[in-house]
């Protein structure tokens, strides 16, 4: 059973410019959350998608949106790339919304914006 | 609002001996609370979760925790330190679909 991956491993960008990461939750999940992990701190939550709807969001700006597919994978797009953006992101899936329900992470991928 | 406080970026123990990560939270709700193992250049793995059933939960290799409520805690231990336990550990709380995260306390095991 495959668990949770996501794609690219790593990415480079130049400032202004948009990224896409793509996940895929663990087989039976329909739960995705992202988070970004900046360096030397804990995974900040970004949203989370559910039914393909956004169910809640973090502290984060409309630059970064999503998008969550009837196969139940999922995409994060940040727009207007800024030097801070640069981290680790994190996917995780879970078979439902509650909060009591196992996280299950992604190795992640590494955002470098220059 | 629901936060987490971990005390302590870094803890430094010798190989057998006692390991104590220390968590402190904050929630409006029924808490769940949850303590995750990060090794280098991977995701986060959950060690243990509290979900409102036993006050002493144990996990995967040979970690535990207490919820006391009266303290707001929710401390990690394990009795003997292995040189693989060397990681950074996350405390984490939930309280409904949004999961919040302490800085993290990373664990030096000396031989």
């Known amino acids: 059973d495959a668990g949770v991956t996501q794609s690219p491993t790593h990415l480079i960008k130049t400032r202004g410019q948009q990224v896409t990461l793509r996940c895929s939750p663990k087989s039976g999940h329909d739960t995705v959350s992202w988070y970004q992990q900046a360096l030397g701190q804990g995974p900040q939550f970004i949203f989370q998608?559910?039914?393909?709807?956004?169910?809640q969001r973090g502290n984060f700006p409309d630059r970064f949106s999503g998008h969550q597919f009837p196969n139940y994978s999922s995409e994060l797009n940040v727009n207007a790339l800024l030097l801070g953006d640069s981290a680790l992101y994190l996917c995780?899936?879970?078979?439902?919304?509650?909060?009591?329900?196992?996280?299950?992470f992604g190795p992640g991928t590494r955002l470098l914006v220059l | 609002a629901q936060s987490v406080t971990q005390l302590g970026s870094h803890v430094s123990v010798s190989e057998g001996a006692l390991v104590l990560l220390r968590c402190n939270y904050s929630?409006?709700?029924?808490?769940?609370l949850f303590w995750y193992v990060q090794y280098p250049n991977q995701g986060l793995q959950l060690l243990l979760k509290y979900t409102s059933a036993a006050t002493l939960v144990k996990g995967i290799n040979g970690f535990e925790a207490e919820f006391k409520k009266s303290e707001t805690s929710f401390h990690l231990t394990k009795p003997s330190a292995h040189m693989s336990d060397a990681a950074e550990y996350f405390c984490?709380?939930?309280?409904?679909?949004?999961?919040?995260f302490g800085a993290g306390t990373r664990l030096f095991v000396k031989a």
């Open positions: 995780a899936s879970s078979p439902e919304a509650g909060g009591a329900e196992t996280q299950y």
């Open positions: 984490a709380v939930s309280g409904g679909f949004k999961t919040i």
């Open positions: 929630s409006s709700v029924p808490p769940y």
């Open positions: 998608y559910y039914e393909e709807e956004e169910r």
